[in-house]
């Protein structure tokens, strides 16, 4: 009998197996149970990823075992003896495994046939089949090979089921517990069940999220290979123990090459993983935080070095190909040396790209990149020569690496349907001083499909040509602008005394439209330029929508961004009094979002250790007032004012806040952990309420308002401490104390 | 004098196997990351030494013990120890004294681990907080521990009586449980979690409720039937 034939006949064995059946039954309904009953940020992520998630840790569990049951058998028989002596016993287990890795496919089929329509049910326009695909074939899938890979490998190696399985289970057990690790950054290749796939968007393509997805069963795939030939090559043969067993299967040349190979694959892969850099870690002391995930670098903590270079002029020209997920430039500058001496001359570059070739006034130099990568970027050093005005012409271009030091969260890149490049990944920031008449400009092309945001311009559409469109643009004043394109709608309105472009995705348009976003944001953006004062933009404000795995927002220039579960009607998390309305959704989370506007991004409330003042406390409160007035008294009370009431009682109940003496006893770093965590809770529900007190002792809403004001146009751009509010309120702090 | 001899050898065949000791030592790791992770913050912003955190970090501990438990049964019911046992069985030594023996030497050193689990978050309550009354803590690992190990113990040894496969469900379905984070029914709770679900604020005193207590006995009950039906089945697979 040939060995496919064998194969074909271990295959159909397994299919007739009973425990075989049990095993897929129990996968397949559980797995569809998952799909019926998970929760998420977005749609996709309840619908399709989470589901996914979950059915694949339950699954490996049950491949685990059923790998367990089918290896030991002939074993737990004893007729091992008898089944080797007539076939190879190397073969047999390849069968074996090749059986079960085809189980797990079956399996996955299964629910894909009964997913697939209940996705494409309750996600409607919003289901993209590249999502699909990746969750259940992508993530499940793998997964199950992976286990029967993994528990095969060590059975063979141990020879003993219950080290297997401990083995397998602790590997489980591990991939789990990272998953909530974050200060430890773990790389996304460990998680070898779930992966780390999450934020799926629902508007707009994941071709970032799903690159991570790919490389990691790369990984994974390659070290499960590793431990599975490992243990082909303990397969205990001829009453040999594991040495003499192992002296007899490595003769079978392709076995320990096949080792060979695999290890140095999983190596090189984990080495050259190429979707995030070595940036390192991020220093945090000339960031301002808010305390609540708002950080923004206000100062840098030392003085800058003194200018060697002016630029004068700087004109470019990029190509972003968005069917290679490449960028390709030119960028000309004309820059003065201030020093008049040979001196280096420095470019910021995203990490991922290189300097193809440099020229200075027409004559090619070396360029070399630094060693350091920092916040995604690297540091590209040529040395100029003696002359007052130089021309350098640099050609560079690459595939955009995300900054790999903090939670590897892929932000920037290049797809088919979104762009998202940093001003480093759009073009090479030079070292040099801005004079008055600098002048930055250049043009860039897209896909005729997308529509461009410039971070601190608007571009200008110059032709379309065999579907690629051409931009031309121009900076005044900044040095650098990052640049986002995508199938973006735009709906213009006045608020607040600006122009604003609301640009959202065209795919959320329904959504919008719905929760009645552009109402909600003109309203609460008049009503806070009325209670506070006008925002710090120059003309316009653009309201950018971001996808769902920026988690969060940011501002910057004229553009103030959110991701778009801000602007989704229904959220997927399950709902409750704790929920942190920054990562929420619906009416309230945008309008909480866009009270940010005033407090925490155009003044940073500064936090201190003897109070709760932070953004949040000042931007909840704003909240409510607009909420009054908005949907009335009554609804404001019942959303915010009682939740803050019961928020309140927990915290002063709190055995830390009541026996404040107990905090002393534990080391610094605990005591800090641990008012932290009280913190978090206080800076949205207490401070609310003290706000609230303030605004009594202030003599009601309209005089507490013109004082916060007061406050806000005296501090545009500027840190607000716990004082200035107290000072511009004309209170002090133990007349906000509730206790009293 | 013999059983001495046999249960002293029982005590250190199972104290240096790799299962035992690997397991352990993931227990001991665990419930000092318990310690610092959720020990020190208090449960319900309770006292970190209030009986309803330590409690709190007892369930949390539960199934990686009940795991420890199962493991170590599991050595029972291995194909070498059914080979064996024929042999065993003409001894002097009753096969049922045997087994009784080793049973206790696995009892014993389980609770050496859970004990060494808890004794780590007493240690901490002592070092940090100068807390050190043990009785009340004591009361309320007896009344988790016992009970859970109880029943788990007579699911595991009846199972084994049955096939070894069958243990492997039992390991799996104990893993399930902590991955998952099943909640089970307040009379069923072998991890003792559903005993937090009566704090309502973080002065309220230590109580449990009657349910909890109910069910507390019902699976200790449960758990002894189960140990004296899997002792006659192995005793009557002997006669066989």
């Known amino acids: ?740 | 004098m013999q059983s001495n001899k046999i249960f002293m050898y029982e005590i250190r065949r199972m104290l240096f196997s790799r299962e035992y000791l690997l397991l352990t030592l993931a227990l001991l790791a665990y419930s000092l990351f318990l310690i610092r992770s959720r020990v020190l913050f208090g449960t319900g912003y309770t006292a970190p030494f209030s009986l309803w955190t330590f409690a709190d970090y007892v369930s949390s501990t539960m199934v990686l013990a009940l795991i420890l438990l199962v493991a170590m049964c599991s050595k029972l019911f291995t194909e070498t120890e059914m080979q064996a046992s024929s042999i065993l069985r003409s001894t002097p030594t009753s096969y049922g004294v045997y087994r009784s023996l080793r049973l206790a030497s696995i009892t014993l050193l389980y609770m050496v681990s859970v004990g060494l689990s808890a004794g780590a978050c007493y240690v901490y309550y002592v070092s940090v907080f100068g807390e050190t009354s043990w009785l009340p803590l004591a009361r309320v690992w007896g009344l988790l521990v016992v009970p859970s190990s109880v029943f788990v113990l007579g699911i595991t040894l009846i199972a084994g009586t049955y096939s070894w496969g069958w243990i492997q469900l039992v390991l799996a379905g104990l893993l399930s449980l902590e991955i998952f984070r099943i909640p089970l029914p307040e009379i069923f709770d072998i991890r003792g979690a559903s005993l937090l679900s009566a704090l309502q604020s973080s002065d309220q005193p230590f109580a449990m409720t009657a349910s909890f207590v109910l069910g507390r006995c019902l699976i200790s009950g449960v758990g002894v039937a189960l140990v004296v039906l899997s002792f006659r089945r192995t005793m009557g697979q002997a006669v066989e």
């Open chain 1, 1 to 740: 009998m040939t060995e496919w034939a064998t194969l074909i006949r271990e295959i159909r064995r397994l299919l007739q197996d009973r425990y075989c059946r049990i095993a897929i039954l129990i996968a397949v309904a559980v797995s569809l149970r998952f799909c019926l009953y998970s929760n998420g940020r977005t749609a996709t992520d309840a619908y399709i990823i989470e589901p996914a998630k979950s059915a694949a840790v339950f699954s490996v569990l049950i491949f685990v075992l059923l790998t367990l049951v089918q290896f030991h058998r002939d074993f737990k028989n004893r007729t091992d003896s008898i089944i080797f002596s007539y076939v190879n016993p190397v073969h047999q287990q390849i069968r074996r495994t090749i059986g079960l890795c085809f189980l797990t496919l079956l399996t996955t089929c299964f629910i894909v046939v009964v997913a697939y329509p209940l996705a494409a049910y309750r996600l409607g326009d919003y289901l993209k089949i590249e999502d699909f695909f990746v969750a259940w074939f992508g993530i499940f899938g793998p997964a199950n090979i992976f286990a029967v890979l993994l528990t095969a490998g060590f059975y063979m190696l141990f020879r003993r089921v219950e080290v297997a399985f401990l083995f397998v289970a602790a590997l489980i057990a591990a991939a789990n517990f990272l998953q909530g690790q974050f200060t430890l950054n773990p790389s996304y290749m460990y998680f070898w069940v779930q992966t780390s796939a999450a934020n799926f968007s629902d508007v707009v393509s994941n071709t970032f999220l799903i690159d991570l997805v790919w490389w990691n069963r790369l990984f994974c795939g390659l070290v499960a290979t590793l431990i599975w030939l490992l243990g082909i090559c303990s397969v205990r043969r001829y009453g040999f123990g594991w040495f003499g067993s192992l002296a007899v299967n490595i003769k079978s040349i392709w076995i320990p090459s096949g080792v060979a190979v695999s290890a140095l694959a999983a190596y090189f892969a984990f080495v050259y993983e190429p979707h995030f850099d070595r940036s390192l870690p991020m220093n945090f002391g000339p960031v301002i935080s808010s305390g609540t995930g708002i950080a923004t670098t206000f100062q840098t903590a030392t003085k800058p070095p003194e200018p060697t270079f002016r630029l004068l002029k700087q004109i470019t020209d990029v190509r972003i190909d968005t069917k290679r997920r490449r960028v390709n430039g030119q960028a000309i500058y004309q820059l003065e040396n201030l020093k008049g001496i040979a001196q280096p001359l420095s470019f910021d570059l995203s990490t991922g790209y290189s300097i193809e070739q440099a020229k200075v006034n027409g004559v090619v130099v070396p360029i070399v990149c630094g060693d350091k990568e920092e916040m995604g970027r690297a540091t590209w050093t040529m040395q100029v020569e003696v002359t007052q005005q130089i021309e350098v012409e640099l050609l560079y271009g690459g595939r955009v690496k995300n900054n790999g030091a903090i939670s590897q969260r892929p932000t920037f890149g290049i797809s088919e349907g979104f762009v998202w490049l940093s001003p480093a990944g759009f073009a090479p920031i030079a070292k040099a001083e801005l004079g008055k008449e600098s002048k930055i400009s250049g043009s860039f092309s897209l896909p005729e499909k997308l529509f461009p945001l410039l971070t601190n311009t608007t571009p200008e559409k110059i032709a379309t040509e065999d579907g690629v469109t051409k931009w031309s643009f121009s900076l005044n004043g900044s040095r650098a602008t990052g640049v986002s394109a995508a199938d973006y709608a735009s709906t213009k309105f006045q608020a607040g005394g600006l122009d604003v472009n609301f640009v959202h995705f065209s795919k959320h348009g329904q959504e919008v439209e719905s929760m009645k976003a552009v109402e909600v944001m003109k309203a609460s953006i008049d009503y806070f330029t009325n209670a506070y004062g006008p925002l710090p933009y120059k003309d316009h404000l653009v309201m950018l929508e971001l996808p769902a795995s920026f988690s969060g927002g940011f501002a910057a220039g004229n553009t103030s961004a959110m991701d778009e579960t801000s602007f989704a009607s229904e959220g997927f998390l399950p709902q409750g009094e704790f929920a942190n309305p920054d990562g929420g959704s619906g009416i309230e989370t945008l309008v909480h979002e866009i009270a940010h506007q005033w407090w925490g991004l155009a003044t940073m409330p500064v936090p201190d250790e003897s109070s709760l003042w932070t953004a949040e406390g000042i931007t909840c409160y704003s909240t409510y007032r607009f909420m009054e007035e908005y949907y009335g008294a009554e609804y404001a009370k019942k959303t915010y004012i009682d939740v803050w009431e019961r928020g309140r009682m927990r915290y002063e109940n709190a055995f830390y806040i009541r026996n404040p003496q107990y905090l002393k006893m534990l080391s610094p770093a605990d005591a800090s952990n641990v008012l932290g965590g009280l913190r978090s809770m206080a800076i949205y529900e207490v401070m609310s309420l003290q706000l609230l007190k303030a605004e009594a002792a202030c003599g009601g809403k309209e005089a507490f308002q013109k004082k916060l004001g007061d406050l806000y146009k005296s501090r545009i751009r500027q840190p607000v401490t716990y004082a200035d509010f107290l000072t511009a309120v004309g209170l002090k702090a133990e007349d906000l104390d509730l206790a009293k």
